[in-house]
């Protein structure tokens, strides 16, 4: 990546007149766009990292076994819970994968159907916390209201139909 930024500053900027201060004002711009979206994922993936190394993926794991729910809903609802807390959505995927892992061999569940029902709950109400939701308000330059009206709405909607749907393979499958 750095020898691609190096080519691009020399090829697109320099090697077509353009100042050194001017091109430096345009990486400002370009990174100051993305750093808190980059900062928010590292931050959630040092989380997941945490609860891996620390083991609480396991006990979590653990304590879930006396639930008395369907395991798709079950991994649905933790992935949810995970993915409004941290915002990232890969991050409660992974996160409730690591969690209901240790679970799936007693489960009496289809695998696929309970990837996809992580799937769906790491849909869940996009909103502060979540680059994507700063992405759709920043690229379509909408208020923070329009954006909770819109985007947040919308993905809230998906994950509570894609869970509908794996609930409804299940009958089938």
């Given at each position: 990546?750095?020898?691609?930024l190096?080519?691009?500053t020399?090829s697109?900027?320099l ?10 004002d ?10 808190m979206?980059?900062l928010?994922v590292a931050?959630?993936?040092?989380l ?13 794991g ?6 008395d729910m369907?395991?798709?809903?079950l991994?649905?609802?933790i ?6 807390c941290v ?7 992974l996160?409730?994968a690591?969690i209901i ?13 309970l990837v ?10 996009s909103?502060?916390n ?14 923070i209201?329009?954006?909770?009206r819109?985007w ?7 994950a509570v ?13």
């Amino acid at each position: 990546m750095l020898a691609s930024l190096g080519y691009a500053t020399y090829s697109l900027g320099l090697h077509r007149k353009q100042a050194m201060t001017q091109l430096m004002d345009i990486f400002t711009t370009a990174t100051k766009d993305i750093s808190m979206i980059i900062l928010i994922v590292a931050g959630a993936g040092a989380l997941k990292q945490i609860f891996t190394d620390t083991g609480v993926s396991q006990i979590i794991g653990e304590g879930l076994k006396t639930w008395d729910m369907h395991p798709l809903l079950l991994a649905w609802l933790i992935t949810s819970v995970i993915r409004v807390c941290v915002g990232s959505a890969t991050v409660a995927g992974l996160t409730t994968a690591g969690i209901i892992a240790p679970l799936v061999s007693t489960l009496d569940v289809n695998p696929n159907l309970l990837v996809l029902s992580i799937g769906a709950g790491s849909l869940m109400f996009s909103h502060f916390n979540d680059g994507g939701f700063w992405m759709f308000k920043e690229y379509f330059n909408v208020s923070i209201k329009d954006t909770l009206r819109s985007w947040s709405l919308m993905e809230t909607i998906v994950a509570v139909v894609g869970l509908l749907g794996v609930l409804a393979l299940d009958l089938i499958v």
